[in-house]
């Protein structure tokens, strides 16, 4: 009887001692998308117009706290201006869901997925990550801070990369009517 008790105590403690010494195994943290934000913000010569797009998906990874990975799908149909209103709205808006711009019909969702994560300080990471936009699939890399269960990134993209070229003085825009090729993202998520 003793010895079978002797047996379920170094069992117990090296079981646990075993356990503890495991690596504990990536987090996926689901992103709120209803609470989460992607904002946009575009440039002409003559001003700049800015809104919102909303996410279908997105996660982000961790081991131990540390970010490692994340991905995410944007829907392309909810592009919209939120600097406009009425006509001038619903104009640009439709502009940016055409062939011009995002072709939307066509290319429903746009996708990140990050591809390197290296830290840079205690909640900063720089991210290098695929960034498809109708179909075209290009290397971005950008800032993340994370802190507690929020995190927040800018990404600049070169809208002629994925063919949007519409107003783009390398494709044969006037001057007077261009339209940048770099758009801005603010992403502010909450998992």
């Given at each position: 009887?003793?010895?079978?008790?002797?047996?379920?105590?170094?069992?117990?403690?090296?079981?646990?001692?075993?356990?503890?010494?495991e690596?504990?195994?990536?987090?996926?943290?689901?992103v709120?998308?209803?609470?989460?934000?992607?904002?946009?913000?575009a440039?002409?010569?003559?001003?700049?117009?800015?809104?919102?797009?909303?996410?279908?998906?997105?996660?982000l990874?961790?081991?131990?706290?540390?970010?490692?990975?994340?991905?995410?799908?944007?829907?392309?149909?909810?592009?919209?201006?939120?600097?406009?209103?009425?006509?001038?709205?619903?104009k640009?808006?439709?502009?940016?869901n055409?062939?011009?711009?995002?072709?939307?019909?066509?290319?429903?969702?746009s996708?990140?997925?990050?591809?390197?994560?290296?830290?840079?300080g205690?909640?900063?990471?720089?991210?290098?990550?695929?960034?498809?936009?109708?179909g075209?699939?290009?290397?971005?890399?950008?800032?993340?801070?994370?802190?507690?269960?929020?995190?927040?990134a800018?990404?600049?993209?070169?809208?002629?990369?994925?063919?949007?070229?519409?107003?783009?003085?390398?494709?044969?825009?006037?001057?007077?009517?261009?339209?940048?090729d770099?758009?801005?993202?603010?992403?502010?998520l909450?998992?």
């Amino acid at each position: 009887m003793k010895k079978g008790v002797l047996s379920l105590a170094f069992a117990l403690v090296f079981g646990f001692t075993a356990t503890a010494t495991e690596p504990i195994a990536e987090e996926k943290k689901e992103v709120n998308t209803e609470t989460s934000k992607v904002t946009w913000k575009a440039y002409k010569v003559t001003g700049s117009h800015y809104g919102s797009i909303a996410l279908k998906s997105g996660a982000l990874m961790f081991d131990e706290g540390k970010l490692t990975g994340g991905e995410f799908t944007v829907d392309m149909g909810t592009i919209n201006t939120e600097d406009l209103e009425g006509d001038s709205k619903g104009k640009l808006d439709g502009h940016l869901n055409s062939a011009d711009f995002f072709d939307t019909a066509n290319h429903t969702s746009s996708t990140l997925k990050f591809t390197s994560v290296k830290a840079t300080g205690k909640n900063s990471y720089d991210v290098t990550g695929d960034l498809t936009i109708k179909g075209i699939t290009k290397s971005i890399t950008f800032n993340v801070s994370v802190y507690g269960s929020k995190a927040t990134a800018t990404l600049k993209v070169d809208r002629t990369n994925y063919d949007v070229k519409y107003g783009s003085t390398l494709f044969g825009a006037a001057a007077d009517k261009a339209i940048y090729d770099e758009f801005d993202l603010v992403v502010d998520l909450e998992f």
